[in-house]
Each structure stands twice: as structure tokens, then as C-alpha cells.
């Protein structure tokens, strides 16, 4: 499956911003998909995760309340919703797909095998 992400831009703190991650040459409803974010100079970090027979993504404390993962199986695209954006927020934001994850490893980078190119989101105070 190729994922194709792209929504990011510059905002100024408090402000809202979805993300898209168009999904193509694959069985969409068979995969589980997480978004993850890099910032400048750190590690790759979880930030929500939905599995494919589970409605209800699972959040990194950082973005709980904050942010909402949602999937459309029928436009083959999963979406990030981020409202009360923070400077801390920003970085490049990546969608990742896996038929094959499990419980205990979705908030794992290397659980997933098929990533986006990431979009950009920078957050100013």
C-alpha cells in the first residue's frame, strides 16, 4: 500500500489542523494505521494508532483530548485532527500502515511497515 500524507502547515498556537493520509494500491480496511511526528533533533514518536477492527484509536498522553484519529474506508483515507495546537507539537507528521500489528506493539515505529512522506506542521507561539 502507498500512503501519500498532506494537511501540514504554519499555525499559531490554539489554532486547529487536520491532516490526510490518502491510502492507495491496497485493501484499506485490512490495515491497522498509526500517525506518528519527528520533531527537529528527536526520535520518531508515537501519536495515535487505529486498529482495523477497532473503531477506537489510542492516543499518546501528550495529544489525548486534543487531537482524533478518524478513517473513512470508503475514501481510503485516515485523517488527524489537531485542535489546541502547541509550539511542542510541531514537526513532521507521519501516517504508517501494517496488516499485521498487534496490541502491544501499535504505539512501535517498527511495527509498521508502509509509511507516508510526512507534512510538515509548525506550530508558533
Known amino acids: 500500500v502507498q500512503l501519500q500524507a498532506s494537511g501540514g502547515g504554519l499555525v499559531q498556537a490554539g489554532d486547529s489542523l487536520t491532516l490526510s493520509c490518502a491510502a492507495s494500491?491496497?485493501?484499506?480496511?485490512?490495515?491497522?494505521l498509526a500517525w506518528f511526528r519527528q520533531a527537529p533533533g528527536k526520535e520518531r514518536e508515537f501519536v495515535a494508532a487505529?486498529?482495523?477492527?477497532?473503531?477506537?484509536?489510542n492516543y499518546a498522553e501528550s495529544v489525548k483530548g486534543r487531537f482524533t484519529m478518524a478513517r473513512d474506508n470508503a475514501k481510503n483515507t485516515v485523517y488527524l485532527r489537531m485542535n489546541g495546537l502547541k509550539p511542542e507539537d510541531t514537526a513532521v507528521y507521519f501516517c504508517?500502515?501494517?496488516?499485521?500489528?498487534?496490541?502491544?506493539?501499535?504505539?512501535?515505529?517498527?511495527?509498521?511497515?508502509?509509511w507516508g512522506q510526512g507534512t510538515l506542521v509548525i506550530v508558533s507561539s
Open positions: 504508517a500502515a501494517d496488516a499485521g500489528v498487534i496490541l502491544s506493539t501499535m504505539a512501535k515505529d517498527s511495527a509498521y511497515a508502509y
Open positions: 487505529s486498529r482495523r477492527y477497532n473503531s477506537n484509536p
Open positions: 494500491g491496497g485493501t484499506f480496511n485490512r490495515y491497522n
